[in-house]
């Protein structure tokens, strides 16, 4: 696996450095296909497709982009980006690539990590979804499009309602369509479980051009594509999802600690309390080296959201976990659209106006890396100070742990693609920084790679399980060829567990021949070798 790893780095570092411009007849021929599909004239499609010869063609492809490591002068680049408008577009996109035998990248909001859903080692368009910004928010119910935004999903919910919200991430920029057809969850997944344990319907343009509801899909695609990305089976035009409850007055607190004030000790004990405890309670653990009185150490930060007032959750703490040291001067009681901008680094959220979540910050990218694990068992205190130890000595590296339990645990584990419910907790590992240039990346993944082989002893094993929209090229990729299914089954055990079976049979049914296809894409069934000729009879 390692040496097809470095294959396709390869290939990929070959492609950056001597990609040629593409056929101006590649352009050419799309445009006459995708007028004949969607009937529009060529004038009218200039804010739609571009080519590379197009003035709006950088600011297309870079405005979401969101990490600088494909954001370079050589990354390789789509010979056309598609910025659709209309779900025409969209079906004209895929029969027109499919026709002219080009490879389709589909990015919504560009947070994939690894950069799979904008760039590729093979000749590929790209077609952009950012412009499906359609929020309909109807009672309890709301359909929002693709290209929608977090941030804007809260602003548009408690535009209507200041006692609902939805159980989804804590970035606003990231996007609807990819955050939850992978199976995205938030600060309210202890009390409301993952994003779509609240999807009711979907649109999806299949690999025909045919715009599918759920019952036109039927229930296998659907269930595909709440939780096991959508870009493995078609373009996921929209939700519909069921709005959750939340109280008027929402709790959020921080609490740091260092080494040297007993920082192991409250990371140790919150593994026996965060998953367990009222669900209600979300509890997050960040750990990042730092510098303090010219000595290094770690610092353990403990960030929560409680769905309740600051006297409820002082009273719970004080039971269950006195080694937090929670006190009322780190509580904050805030309206929950207003704990959405404390999570985003507002921390004085009461006076931030909401209408910051509807910035996208276009064309802004930092550098870094990704990579994630699952812890099923407490992991002792000696083993924490030796992670802690192994951070100050690689340094750069954060962890955060996400506490399960709760509302998330109680679903089956097959229920969605979704497989690690009943995990104590998950662990991201987060590499910053911002130095440009080959030879600090290569510093940079090599640091990543040792501290995750630093944390195997004390995660999940055969596998060792990943978790989808934490992209990591590291556990595999797929060339797609005669060993395309042993490849993808590399990779997609430690995403999807059981659950990977099942997505191959859909995907086998929906899209046999392989079009929506990328690095790490649900494989098709193997095809049988044909039976061998009988012998003549002697």
């Given amino acids: 696996m390692k040496l097809l790893h470095m294959t396709f780095l390869f290939l990929l570092s070959t492609t950056l450095t001597t990609a040629a411009p593409p056929d101006p007849t590649v352009y050419q021929n799309f445009l006459r296909c995708f007028t004949t599909q969607t009937r529009a004239p060529p004038n009218t499609l200039t804010d739609v497709v571009f080519p590379q010869t197009a003035a709006g063609f950088t600011p297309a492809l870079r405005n979401y982009i969101r990490n600088a490591r494909f954001n370079t002068t050589t990354s390789p680049k789509p010979a056309i980006v598609i910025v659709a408008r209309t779900e025409a577009h969209v079906q004209a996109a895929v029969v027109c690539t499919k026709t002219l035998k080009y490879q389709l990248k589909t990015r919504s909001g560009g947070h994939d990590y690894e950069g799979v859903s904008y760039t590729s080692n093979l000749p590929f368009f790209l077609l952009d979804m ?39 991430g804590v970035c606003p920029t990231v996007g609807a369509g990819g955050h939850i057809s992978g199976g995205g969850y938030g600060n309210m997944i202890r009390k409301y479980g993952l994003s779509v344990d609240y999807v009711t319907d979907a649109k999806i343009v299949d690999v025909n051009g045919r715009v599918l509801d759920r019952k036109g899909m039927g229930e296998d695609l659907f269930w595909a594509i709440n939780g096991g990305g959508g870009a493995s089976f078609g373009v996921i035009l929209g939700f519909r999802i069921t709005l959750v409850p939340v109280p008027e007055t929402v709790t959020v607190f921080r609490v740091q600690k260092n080494l040297d004030e007993n920082a192991v000790d409250m990371v140790h004990k919150w593994q026996f309390v965060a998953p367990k405890t009222d669900p209600g309670l979300f509890m997050r653990v960040l750990l990042q080296p730092v ?132 995990k104590l907790y998950k662990v991201q590992h987060s590499m910053n920084w911002k130095d440009p240039g080959p030879e600090a990346e290569t510093s940079f993944l090599e640091k990543a790679k040792s501290f995750y082989s630093y944390m195997a002893p004390f995660v999940t094993k055969n596998p060792r399980h990943t978790y989808l929209n934490y992209r990591d090229l590291d556990i595999g990729v797929n060339s797609h060829g005669p060993n395309g299914y042993r490849e993808g089954e590399v990779y997609g ?30 494989p098709t069934l193997p095809t049988k070798p044909a039976n061998p000729p009988a012998k003549p009879a002697l």
């Fill in 130 to 168: 950012s412009s499906f910004r359609e929020i309909t928010v109807e009672g309890e119910t709301a359909w929002i499009g693709a290209g929608v935004t977090l941030g804007e999903v809260y602003y548009r919910i408690a535009e209507k309602s200041k006692t609902h919200g939805f159980p989804a």
């Fill in 493 to 522: 055990r430690k995403y999807f567990g059981e659950n990977f079976d099942r997505l191959v049979k859909v995907k086998s049914t929906v899209d046999p021949e392989n079009f929506f296809r990328d690095e790490q894409s649900i």
């Fill in 291 to 422: 510098t303090r009185n010219k000595m290094e150490t770690v610092r353990a930060s403990v960030l929560a959201l409680f769905l309740g007032k600051s006297s409820e959750v002082l009273s719970l703490m004080n039971k269950d976990f006195p080694e937090l040291g929670l006190k009322q001067e780190n509580c904050t009681e805030l309206t929950w659209i207003q704990s959405v901008l404390w999570w985003d680094n507002h921390d004085n959220a009461t006076l931030v106006k909401p209408e910051v979540l509807l910035e996208r910050n276009l064309d802004t990218a930092s550098y870094g890396k990704r990579k994630s694990d699952y812890v099923e068992k407490e992991i002792t205190k000696e083993g924490l100070d030796y992670l802690m130890q192994k951070m100050i000595e690689v340094g750069k590296i954060g962890l955060v742990f996400n506490p399960y339990g709760g509302k998330v645990s109680e679903v089956a584990t097959t229920k969605t693609p979704f497989p690690h419910r009943k």
